[in-house]
């Protein structure tokens, strides 16, 4: 019996195929394993120059504190009722006269107490009298901005962003930042943003909103989920902030997650167990009062919308 060897032999010599043609086959199988190499080059390359950079001990450090999850809200409590303030900044409101924010739970239960014994309307924390014109309102607050209150100066700054006065907006709102406001450090990471009157810097943008979220500002916390998974497609930290920003009570954030556990971005465990903080974060914002004060709110709209 004749080899394979053989075999080969006798029919390159039946078909009269000349030998050379038996190292043209071994060229051509070099050059497809070089063109393979290549390939593999070229993803190798492509994945060093489109792969996130691995985190450096610096930012490790960064994240334990980015990601550790606040005991509240930079809002804190209300100083009479002692619960946390209401995310939405049309539950409370700012006195002019001393720059607190109360509940307006706690500003009408005070307000029905001077009706009923016929007393005149002060401040719950200072007992000045209400001012009772923009002009009083404007006076109080230029007496609190002279006194270094960083609420004034950062209710000062929102007045010139509002007039178009970027410059003095961002003057004002990087002097209380440097005081501790944590709403002007929120607010200076939109004019790094946008660009206004200042250089538009990324960078500082990000600082200033992780600074903010640190703090306990929901609506960082809320925008840097929103950056981090459009702007950089880094779903997996998203969903920290988002938890993070749920288990204060951010209606937003919660939204927002239900729709990350319908991707499957989140898993049942931690969606349920945010969901129950949330729950349990907006239950520790209500209260008789402020329940009352929705309903005067509710019936005057519709009043007002029944008149027209």
Not at 66 to 89: A, G, K, N, V, Y
Not at 92 to 105: D, E, H, N, R, W
Not at 147 to 153: C, G, Q, R, S
Not at 210 to 216: D, K, P, V
């Amino acid at each position: 019996m004749s080899t394979s060897t053989e075999a080969a032999d006798t029919s390159c010599a039946f078909y009269g195929t000349p030998e050379v043609d038996n190292v043209k086959f071994k060229r051509s199988t070099t050059k497809v394993q070089e063109e393979r190499d290549r390939t593999a080059a070229a993803e190798v390359r492509d994945e060093i120059l489109y792969r996130q950079p691995e985190s450096t001990g610096a930012e490790l450090q960064r994240d334990d504190v980015l990601f550790r999850q606040p005991e509240s809200t930079h809002l804190e409590d209300c100083p009479i009722c002692f619960l946390p303030l209401p995310l939405d900044p049309y539950k409370s409101t700012l006195q002019s006269c001393c720059s607190k924010v109360i509940c307006k739970g706690c500003r009408r239960a005070n307000k029905l107490r001077g009706m009923n014994k016929n007393l005149n309307h002060t401040c719950l924390m200072c007992r000045q009298p209400t001012p009772r014109s923009k002009k009083e309102v404007n006076m109080y607050s230029m007496k609190r901005v002279a006194a270094n209150d960083p609420v004034a100066i950062q209710e000062r700054g929102k007045k010139h962003y509002y007039d178009g006065h970027y410059r003095g907006a961002f003057k004002y709102w990087r002097k209380a930042a440097e005081l501790g406001n944590v709403d002007s450090i929120y607010l200076l990471s939109l004019l790094y943003r946008d660009g206004r009157d200042v250089e538009k810097n990324e960078e500082k943008e990000w600082y200033q909103l992780e600074e903010a979220a640190i703090a306990g500002h929901v609506g960082a916390r809320f925008t840097l989920a929103h950056n981090e998974k459009s702007r950089r497609g880094r779903a997996d930290r998203a969903v920290k902030h988002l938890i993070i920003a749920a288990n204060l009570g951010c209606d937003y954030s919660m939204e927002a997650l239900k729709q990350c556990h319908t991707n499957g971005e989140v898993d049942d465990d931690k969606f349920t167990a945010a969901l129950h903080a949330h729950q349990a974060a907006v239950d520790a914002m209500n209260s008789p009062q402020r329940e009352e004060q929705a309903n005067f709110e509710r019936s005057l709209e519709e009043w007002f919308c029944a008149d027209k």
